[in-house]
C-alpha cells in the first residue's frame, strides 16, 4: 500500500450504547448544543455565561437545574428556577430519570442520549446459529453475536422483511445462560390493537367483557427466558409507555388487576423501519428506544452481500437435501451465476425458498435454480431515467412479472400470515417506486406529485429501495 493511501472501513452491524457517557442536546428555536454528562460529573443547565450547558432562552433561569450521570439514571435537580424543570408533564424538583428521557427547561427541550459505539470484533466466525456467510461483516457480526449472548443487554434488530431478524433472536437465546428457558415470540403486527395489552402483559378474570378466566401474558410465559418482539416499530404509542416501565421495573400489571407481577425475561426485539425516524416523526417514544436499543444489530439486505448468495444456496441445498432424505443435490454452476446477478426484494427468505423449489422439482441430481428466478428483474436500478425517453415495456413487464411471482411464493406454501403479506407488500411497492422513478426522472417533487404522496415519506421509501442516493444539498430536489 502506497504512504498515504486510505483504508475505507465498513461501518459495523452492532452498535451498542455507550453506558459510561449521556450527551445532552438542547433544543430550542435555534441550533443545537450539547455537552457529554461523565459519570459522576454535575453539569448546570442555564442561560448564564458560565452554565456547563448554557441555553439562550429568556424563559430558562441563570441557574436552572442541575444534571448528574449516576449509573444508568440522571440526576436532576432545579436549582431554584423561575419556570420550574418539569418531566412527563411533571413539575419536578429533585429526581432520578432514565436514560433517554426528555425534559422540559422553560421552552427548551433537554434530551438525555447514550452515545453510539461501534463494535468491532478481532477474529470472525463463519456462523452463528442457524445463519451462515463469508462475507467480511456478517463473519464480525456472527463473533460479536456470540458475546452479545452472553449477556442479558437488550437488543433491538432492524432490516428489511426477509433478511433473518428473527434467526438472530433465537441464535441469541439458544446460545445465552437462558437456553433452558422459553422463547417466546411476540408479533406486534398479529394482534387486534384492543388486545394487544392484555397479550402482552396478561388479564384478571372479568377484566373486559370475555375474559371469563385469568391468563398469563406473553411476559409472564417468557419467564427466565426470552422474549421476542417482532415489529416492535408497530406498537401502538399509547401502550409504548407500559412497556418502558416493565423493562424498567420488572415487572408487569395484567389488565385489570392490582398488583404487579414480578418477571425474569430478556428482551429481543425486530423491526423493518427506521426507528430513529420515527421518533422524530413522533411514532415512537425516545425514551423507550434507548431501552431497547442497547445493542443495536442491522441485518444487511442479501442484494449488499452478494459474496453470500452462493453460499447460502449451498447451504439450502444440503439442508433440503438432507429432510427429504435425497442424495446430496448439486446446484448447477450457471444457475449460481445467474443468482449473484438478482436483486432478491424477499432477501434470504426468498433465495430459501428458491432453493427449496428448485430441489422438489428438480428431475435429477444436478439442480438449475435459473428457471425459478424471476424474469427481468436480475438488475439493480441505479439511476433513474428521463420521463422524456419514456420506460421500456421490457421493464415494466418484468417488474410486473417479479410482482407476480412473489405473490404466488406467498400462496403457494404455508407462510405466517405476517410474512405472506410483507412479502407481497414488499414486491409491490418496489415495483411501484421503479415505475414511478422512471416517469418522474430525478425530481422528488414530480414523483410525490404523480404518486400523490408527502415528499419526506417518499423520500424514505426511495432510499429503502436503493432509488436514491442523495448528495449533499440534493433534499429538495
Not at 378 to 384: E, G, I, K, R, W
Request: hydrophobic share 40%.
Amino acid at each position: 500500500m502506497s504512504r498515504g493511501a486510505t483504508v475505507m472501513v465498513a461501518p459495523s452491524l452492532v452498535v451498542r450504547l455507550d453506558p459510561g457517557v449521556v450527551v445532552a442536546v438542547a433544543r430550542t428555536g435555534a441550533a443545537e448544543r450539547t455537552v457529554a454528562l461523565e459519570p459522576g460529573r454535575r453539569v448546570v443547565v442555564g442561560n448564564d455565561e458560565g452554565a456547563g450547558l448554557r441555553l439562550d432562552d429568556p424563559t430558562v433561569s441563570r441557574n436552572h437545574a442541575a444534571f448528574t450521570f449516576e449509573n444508568t439514571e440522571i440526576h436532576v435537580e432545579d436549582l431554584g428556577s423561575t419556570n420550574g424543570t418539569w418531566f412527563e408533564g411533571a413539575r419536578i424538583l429533585d429526581a432520578r430519570v432514565p436514560v433517554g428521557a426528555t425534559v422540559q427547561l422553560g421552552h427548551t427541550r433537554v434530551l438525555l442520549r447514550p452515545r453510539e459505539a461501534e463494535l468491532h470484533a478481532r477474529q470472525g466466525r463463519n456462523s452463528f446459529g442457524e445463519m451462515v456467510g463469508e462475507d467480511a461483516r456478517m463473519t464480525e457480526m456472527f463473533a460479536l453475536l456470540a458475546d452479545v449472548a452472553a449477556v442479558d443487554a437488550t437488543v433491538i434488530v432492524t432490516g428489511e422483511t426477509g433478511t433473518g431478524k428473527e434467526l438472530v433472536a433465537r441464535a441469541i437465546h439458544d446460545a445465552s445462560p437462558r437456553a433452558r428457558k422459553p422463547f417466546m415470540v411476540f408479533d406486534c403486527t398479529a394482534t387486534p390493537r384492543d388486545l394487544v395489552e392484555s397479550a402482552l402483559f396478561g388479564h384478571v378474570k372479568g377484566a373486559f367483557t370475555g375474559a371469563t378466566a385469568a391468563r398469563d401474558g406473553a411476559f409472564r410465559r417468557a419467564q427466565g427466558g426470552t422474549i421476542f418482539l417482532d415489529e416492535i416499530g408497530e406498537l401502538p404509542l399509547d401502550l409504548q409507555p407500559k412497556l418502558l416501565r416493565v423493562i424498567e421495573s420488572r415487572t408487569v400489571q395484567p389488565v385489570g388487576g392490582d398488583e404487579p407481577q414480578k418477571v425474569d425475561v430478556r428482551v429481543v426485539c425486530a423491526t423493518h423501519r427506521d426507528l430513529k425516524a420515527e421518533v422524530r416523526a413522533g411514532r415512537f417514544r425516545e425514551d423507550l428506544y434507548f431501552r431497547l436499543a442497547v445493542i443495536k444489530v442491522h441485518m444487511p439486505a442479501l442484494r449488499e452481500r452478494p459474496a453470500d448468495i452462493v453460499v447460502l444456496a449451498k447451504h439450502f441445498a444440503r439442508l433440503f437435501s438432507d429432510q427429504s432424505s435425497r442424495a446430496s443435490a448439486r446446484l448447477d454452476e450457471g444457475s449460481l451465476v445467474k443468482l449473484v446477478d438478482y436483486r432478491f426484494p424477499g432477501n434470504v427468505r426468498e433465495l430459501r425458498n428458491l432453493v427449496e423449489r428448485g430441489i422438489s422439482l428438480a428431475k435429477g441430481p444436478v439442480v438449475d435454480l435459473s428457471t425459478h428466478i424471476p424474469h427481468g428483474e436480475n438488475t439493480l436500478v441505479t439511476a433513474p431515467r428521463s420521463l422524456s425517453k419514456g420506460e421500456p415495456a421490457d421493464d415494466a413487464k418484468g417488474r410486473i412479472e417479479a410482482a407476480r411471482l412473489a405473490l404466488v411464493d406467498a400462496l403457494a406454501e404455508p407462510h405466517p400470515f405476517k410474512d405472506a403479506k410483507a412479502l407481497v407488500v414488499e414486491a409491490f411497492e418496489r415495483a411501484f417506486f421503479e415505475g414511478l422513478v422512471a416517469k418522474a426522472g430525478q425530481s422528488l417533487s414530480r414523483a410525490a406529485q404523480i404518486a400523490q404522496m408527502d415528499r419526506k415519506h417518499l423520500r424514505e421509501l426511495l432510499r429503502k429501495y436503493g432509488l436514491r442516493n442523495e448528495a449533499p444539498g440534493d433534499e429538495g430536489n
